[in-house]
């Protein structure tokens, strides 16, 4: 019999930053989620090869307050453990982090399920970011977490820092020591700590979360050290192997398998063929490992240990796939379907209505699209290179600062997107405003700077006065088509080829302000402030 494969990624898409906890048969994954709300993304396997979204945790004011955030900023590299008949969860916020400084706020929350109602935050510490929070087998608690130095000439990622969590008094205590500085590939982070045959075991990655990012790992018999590296070098990159699938692999976390097998999941990308660019933004994957006879941990590869493999052996368990995701949403209960989120607030009731016309999600038009406050964007993830998404839109403006329709959306200043206005003249149009990058947030307009070449003395398509409109767009690769219909059988383009690379990490403004990835959603902005709303009887997403 062949043994069973596991295709990387396993969770496509913008899911980066993992930790993994085994609780019995039952494997979980937690990533970052930054700006979008609700906070925490966190999948439920029971085979480490199929997984399915479940839940996130941080889904009220009291837990993540988001608004006013930059892009990029939020839910930074979550730690997910499992002790003493609870989940813990130890998550990082980070309100700035351009420039010298990073206000990033610690916090922990626990609950006795997953999909239970969390508690209210604890907090812990702001001295850095990538917190964790380690049981020993003692019963003591330990949270490590990066530091973060400010100082001229000094190296920012100045080590990672141990300090003991008490759970009866809810608050760190103790002396705060610094117990590793790192190797000198530099950029210290996302530290993670295991326990085995008298070793503490601290996970990190380094080399920043681009192309030159990597897995370190470093030993001692005393959790405070001092620290040995790993003589054997990295465990897990891809920067000296540019030609391979899997890209910018590094940041991850360690789970041991029922059957005693244990695996690696870690941060990947899969940049375009041609360029540099990951539009699916940082995605999970996984690796099987093995501990050598002088005990330190290696990844098995496929090629050479080390190095990320696309395919990988599947540990012996029974395969357990879970139903397929809708291809529709028809919008029909009373609950935004769990693939959707939205940004930044608490408050999604000012957005979008599920109740006011059933069968219909209303979205409320609020700020414009790059607005850091209140922004009417509901949208999915962005988890294959070629896909077809599909709406039906009702939407009636009666200024030219109201508009609705579908966009391709990375953050505030990259995004393609297709909307419903009205004009000086009373008419109902469509047209295509994008934003390519420019952190100064300029839109660009592409039909019309494409008019003569297209033969249109108006760029814009003038729509009759029908309730019902149909947007459409088809990405390729590199490529992103919208189209609109009236009846939902007869199309038309709007004849311009857009450029799908922009809503990625690495386009425009500089890869150091970057850390999601591409979504696809239903859009409503009212400038007025009227609130005008658009209703949107069905979102489709169909993989091609």
């Not at 850091?372 to 599909?390: D, G, M, N, P, T």
Request: aromatic letters at 12%; hydrophobic letters at 35%; proline letters at 6%.
């Amino acid at each position: 019999m062949t043994q069973s494969m596991i295709e990387n990624p396993i969770l496509p898409g913008f899911n980066p930053d993992p930790s993994i906890v085994a609780v019995g048969d039952d494997y979980y994954i937690a990533t970052s989620t930054f700006e979008w709300y609700p906070g925490v993304q966190i999948h439920h396997s029971k085979d480490l090869k199929n997984w399915r979204l479940v839940k996130r945790p941080l889904d009220r004011e009291s837990l993540l307050d988001m608004r006013g955030a930059p892009d990029s900023c939020g839910i930074w590299a979550p730690c997910l453990s499992y002790s003493n008949g609870k989940f813990h969860l130890i998550f990082t916020d980070v309100k700035r982090f351009q420039g010298n400084f990073k206000d990033a706020h610690n916090y922990y929350t626990s609950c006795e399920t997953i999909n239970g109602t969390w508690s209210d935050p604890i907090y812990m510490n702001s001295s850095g970011f990538d917190p964790s929070l380690f049981h020993d087998d003692d019963g003591k608690m330990w949270f490590v977490n990066m530091v973060w130095d400010h100082r001229h000439k000094h190296n920012q990622f100045g080590g990672i820092l141990l300090q003991e969590y008490c759970p009866k008094q809810q608050k760190l205590v103790g002396e705060v020591k610094n117990i590793f500085k790192g190797t000198s590939l530099g950029l210290t982070e996302a530290p993670h700590l295991f326990k085995r045959n008298g070793y503490y075991y601290l996970l990190t990655a380094e080399g920043g979360t681009f192309y030159t990012h990597a897995m370190t790992m470093a030993r001692s018999k005393n959790i405070d050290g001092p620290y040995e590296n790993d003589p054997y070098g990295y465990l897990l990159t891809a920067k000296d192997n540019q030609h391979l699938r899997l890209q910018r692999s590094g940041h991850g976390d360690l789970v041991e398998t029922s059957d005693g097998q244990t695996y690696l999941v870690h941060l990947c990308g899969r940049p375009l063929a041609g360029e540099r660019r990951c539009p699916l933004g940082r995605e999970t994957g996984i690796q099987k490992t093995y501990w050598t006879e002088d005990d330190w941990l290696r990844v098995e590869g496929a090629i050479t240990d080390g190095l990320p493999s696309y395919e990988v052996p599947a540990p012996a368990l029974n395969e357990y796939p879970w139903p397929k995701d809708p291809i529709r949403y028809d919008f029909n209960d009373n609950a935004l379907p769990i693939a959707f989120q939205w940004l930044r607030t608490p408050f999604p009731e000012r957005l979008m209505n599920l109740n006011a016309r059933p069968g219909f999600l209303r979205l409320i038009g609020r700020e414009s699209i790059g607005s850091l406050y209140e922004h009417a964007l509901v949208a999915r993830r962005q988890q294959a290179f070629k896909y077809r998404s599909q709406i039906s839109m009702e939407f009636q403006p009666t200024s030219f600062q109201q508009m609705a329709g579908l966009v391709v959306y990375y953050n505030c200043h990259k995004f393609h997107y297709c909307y419903v206005s009205i004009d000086d003249d009373g008419n109902r149009f469509i047209d295509i405003m994008s934003c390519l990058g420019d952190t100064s947030q300029e839109l660009t307009y592409p039909l019309r700077e494409g008019e003569l070449e297209i033969g249109r003395t108006d760029s814009r398509f003038i729509l009759p006065n029908t309730s019902t409109l149909f947007i459409r767009a088809l990405v390729d690769h590199h490529i992103l088509h919208f189209e609109f219909s009236l009846d939902e059988k007869n199309w038309t383009r709007l004849p311009v080829n857009l450029d799908q690379s922009i809503v990625s990490d690495e386009a425009g403004g500089g890869d150091g302000a970057n850390f999601t990835g591409a979504f696809i959603g239903m859009a409503c902005q009212d400038l007025t402030g009227q609130a005008l709303v658009a209703d949107f009887d069905y979102f489709e997403y169909e993989e091609l």
